[in-house]
């Protein structure tokens, strides 16, 4: 009842030789049209639930599809309904599968009786199974469009289904793929791409860093896959959104901190981390740099600007923030090597854990906990005297550590938890607010000969810098004095 499938987007220079390709393969075709089911108020969207009626050229099937704790997997659930004239939803056949009972009453709960057409799809599909090793894997190519009254969305798109194997194989697979057409991974299903068609929208859901439930009883490693896997999952659909052309600056900034915390995980356990590939950190950074200036630009314009407008600022345009090579958003993530490192990652997180004997792994973080936390108060005992440098590794060490401490929260109290974060934000705060300024001081010395009027704001941001240093170090003396709960 588990779904594992990988979808990717195809350029438009690639798609009618991909297309030749599959009829080559003498692939088979299948005509879908479908009805995706939800409430006014989205009740099934906002959990990422599908509930759809698919007509498979004469037979009617109806579908119940949950996501589940793994990026790759999904809880799938499909049953017969026959040869039947455009049936209506039927919810009383789930009645003998508690578990998709379980997600309808959660996801529902009163609001059954709502359930109404959300939109519909009508796809022509060419199928072709193939066996790879031990795997056999089914390819489809959709070639079709998504309506929603006078809307309509096309599709075009591969995916890549493990009806038997391992996803190791499966990833193997697909990566040759990759190269030659130039595929680039989508981890949007049709039903969220629906959904968003139906509200009308141009810009994809943000997607947030998600809680980490960890078990006491978790290995080592069991637990540096579960991080790696929920740093996945907070980073792959910011991804896609800014490689589909449909983001703003919190996607961006959203993706930068994704990447942090996938770099955090690797660098903070170590010993775990031999085990995978050494380029990763490398390319996570490479790709954290590309995002960079973006981001700087949107934090200061929403940031700073209203700050500075607010002190009567003359001028107040940021000036553009010099790049050693032009960068496109979008292709970032569309690129061969970008799309490769992210099925290396999830190739990992999916392949089984070592079993331990001995659930070493709370024991080891304490001690990696208290080497941060000891690390800033080290800092914070002098701040005001550290160089700029100095202060932004301060920072780092500060993101470094809040990261870890969400990542390991549950296998903590919660209050000690919630009450050493809150003074772990306040100083994360008030040092990114000083790295902008510094960025800001930067761009506008750059142009100050030009524009006198610029020396207001100069002088607006050392005022600002010293006020921001002074509530830092107060900040980071409570957190010295603050109980560490491990």
């Known amino acids: 009842m588990n779904e594992i499938e990988l979808k990717f987007q195809i350029p438009l220079t690639e798609q009618k030789r991909l297309y030749q390709w599959f009829l080559s393969k003498n692939a088979r075709s299948v005509a879908l049209y ?37 990026q790759l997997k999904r809880f799938e659930l499909e049953i017969n309904l026959g040869e039947l004239d455009n049936p209506a939803l039927d919810l009383n056949i789930y009645h003998a599968h508690p578990k998709a009972q379980k997600i309808l009453k959660h996801s529902l709960a009163k ?22 090793k031990q795997a056999e894997i089914e390819i489809s190519l959709d070639r079709g469009e998504i309506r929603q009254d006078l809307r309509s969305l096309a599709i075009y798109e591969i995916e890549f289904e493990l009806k038997q194997g391992s996803v190791h194989q499966l990833i193997e697979f697909i990566q040759p793929w990759i190269k030659e057409y130039q595929l680039w991974l989508d981890v949007r299903s049709k039903a969220q ?34 991080m790696l896997n929920n740093a996945l999952q907070h980073l792959l659909p910011n991804a896609t959104a800014l490689a589909a052309k449909q983001y703003n600056s919190e996607h961006i900034h959203q993706t930068r901190v994704a990447i942090r915390r996938l770099t955090t995980i690797l660098r903070t356990f170590t010993e775990e981390a031999k085990a ?33 407008l607010a002190a009567g600022a003359p001028y107040v345009e940021f000036p553009q923030i010099a790049e050693p090579q032009a960068v496109v958003i979008e292709d970032i993530f569309r690129t ?15 392949q089984p ?42 920072r780092k060490r500060v993101k470094r550590l809040r990261y870890v401490v969400e990542l390991v929260a549950a296998l903590y109290t919660t209050k000690q938890v919630k009450q050493y974060l809150k003074a772990l934000k306040v100083v994360q705060e008030n040092l990114g607010e000083y790295n902008d300024l510094i960025v800001a001081e930067t761009l506008f010395q750059s142009i100050v000969q030009r524009k006198q009027k610029v020396w207001f704001i100069l002088g607006w941001i050392a005022n ?7 509530q830092a170090q107060l900040h980071l003396a409570k957190l010295s004095k603050t109980k560490t709960f491990w």
């Open 336 to 350: 061969v090597d970008t799309v490769n490192l992210m099925l290396a990652l999830l190739q990992f997180v999916h």
């Open 353 to 394: 854990a070592e079993k331990s004997k001995k659930p070493i792994f709370k024991k080891q973080l304490s001690k990696k906990l208290q080497t941060l936390h000891r690390q800033i108060c080290t800092d914070a005992a002098h701040f005001l005297e550290l160089d700029d440098a100095s202060r932004h590794r301060t």
């Open 111 to 132: 609001q059954a009786k709502n359930l109404t057409v959300h939109f519909e799809t009508e796809v022509n599909r060419l199928v072709h199974l193939v066996q790879y």
């Open 193 to 226: 791409r629906g959904d968003a068609l139906a509200q009308d929208l141009d810009v994809s859901a943000v997607q947030f860093a998600m809680p980490l439930y960890l078990k006491q009883q978790d290995s080592s490693a069991t637990a540096f896959k579960k």
């Open 276 to 308: 995978v590939d050494a380029n990763w950190q490398a390319q996570l950074k490479t790709l954290f740099r590309q995002l960079s200036s973006t981001r700087d630009r949107d934090a200061l314009t929403e940031s700073l600007l209203p700050k500075l």
């Open 34 to 70: 479908a009805k995706y089911y939800d409430t006014p108020e989205r009740h099934l969207a906002q959990q990422h639930i599908c509930l759809r009626q698919r007509l498979q050229d004469k037979t009617w099937i109806q579908t119940l599809k949950a996501p589940s704790q793994h």
């Open 464 to 470: 600002e810098k010293t006020y921001v240093l002074q």
